[in-house]
């Protein structure tokens, strides 16, 4: 029987989500959860790769086990993981079904704040600049107009296409935050970080919203700006077409 597993986590202590040698992950940590739960070794599939120290309220991975999961695994599991992990539901689904290429879309958010705050300090970045919020919108709109977005991919970026189309891209205020709210089919290595950095240069009048454009047409990734810590940036949401 194959499940997916519902789980948010906060990546300020991990060296990203997927597994890797001689680094703590939220997959390692999960794993091991299952191993002590189940009584056995279970290999997970994960649903989006996100870097070290950013966020997720919700990702997923699939595996595949014979015996059934009982309901009270998420409270057990739960009690196994550490603080900052949370499984919010295990899902069985069909054999085929498969979490990362499944997916018909992903959300992030970015979160900056202006005014120093103890609270945000490691789920936002502090911003204490004159920002022309319209500037930001407008860059945000061109961003739908286009679909290659080659230039902010990080370099070594193994991927067959850099095309994603970006369904929305706004920016608003929540609470006392600027967020940024961003929803693809897929993503590419570093996108939002550099999109969020380079918006950011026009939004201080830094660059010009046609010379914003041209870093999107120039498909060259060291015409934008990646200089955006990691701990601003959340998944949100990702989509199947058979989960509600």
């Known amino acids: ?133 319209e500037l930001l919108a407008a860059a945000a709109d061109i961003l739908r107009k286009h679909s290659d977005f080659t230039s902010f991919a990080k370099r070594n970026s193994q991927v067959f296409t850099h095309e994603c189309t970006i369904k929305k891209s706004i920016w608003q205020m929540e609470n006392d935050c600027l967020v940024y709210n961003v929803q693809a089919n897929r993503f590419l290595r570093g996108m939002v970080r550099g999109l969020v950095g380079t918006m950011l240069l026009v939004g201080r009048n830094k660059l010009s919203l046609s010379d914003f454009e041209g870093v999107i047409l120039a498909k060259d990734c060291t015409k934008a700006n990646f200089a955006t810590p990691a701990h601003g940036l959340f998944l949100v949401k990702v989509e199947y077409p058979f989960l509600g």
């Open 1 to 133: 029987m194959r499940y997916f597993i519902e789980i948010a986590y906060k990546g300020t202590n991990y060296a990203g989500f997927q597994v890797q040698n001689n680094a703590n992950t939220v997959q390692a940590e999960v794993e091991k959860a299952l191993a002590i739960y189940l009584q056995q070794k279970v290999s997970l599939t994960g649903s989006s790769r996100t870097d070290a120290g950013v966020h997720a309220l919700q990702n997923f991975f699939h595996f595949d086990i014979e015996k059934e999961i009982h309901p009270h695994a998420i409270y057990n599991l739960n009690a196994i993981l550490p603080g900052d992990i949370a499984i919010n539901a295990i899902k069985q689904v069909s054999p085929d079904a498969h979490c990362r290429f499944d997916a018909i879309s992903r959300e992030y958010k970015y979160f900056l704040y202006s005014r120093k705050s103890p609270f945000l300090a490691d789920r936002g970045w502090y911003y204490p600049y004159t920002i022309d919020i």
